[in-house]
């Protein structure tokens, strides 16, 4: 059985979620090691800018879990 397009579009959303997530985890390593080098106020600037991909992967989930319901 084939699977119908709100699933399809939910898989598809949620591995661009899981790509988002893994991004945001790398970008934060770098962030910590730039902060621990000593420049505070970019790893600030970068830790601000991240609060956006929370904020996105928070409707992104919600999304998919609308398409899935």
Wanted: aromatic residues 2%.
């Amino acid at each position: 059985m084939e699977k119908d397009h709100a699933a399809i579009t939910a898989d598809t959303l949620e591995l661009l979620l899981m790509n988002q997530q893994a991004l945001r985890a790398g970008i934060e390593e770098l962030t910590l090691w730039i902060r621990q080098r000593g420049s505070e106020p970019t790893a600030d600037n970068v830790m601000i800018a991240m609060q956006a991909l929370d904020t996105h992967a928070e409707a992104l989930a919600a999304g998919i879990e609308a398409l899935r319901s």
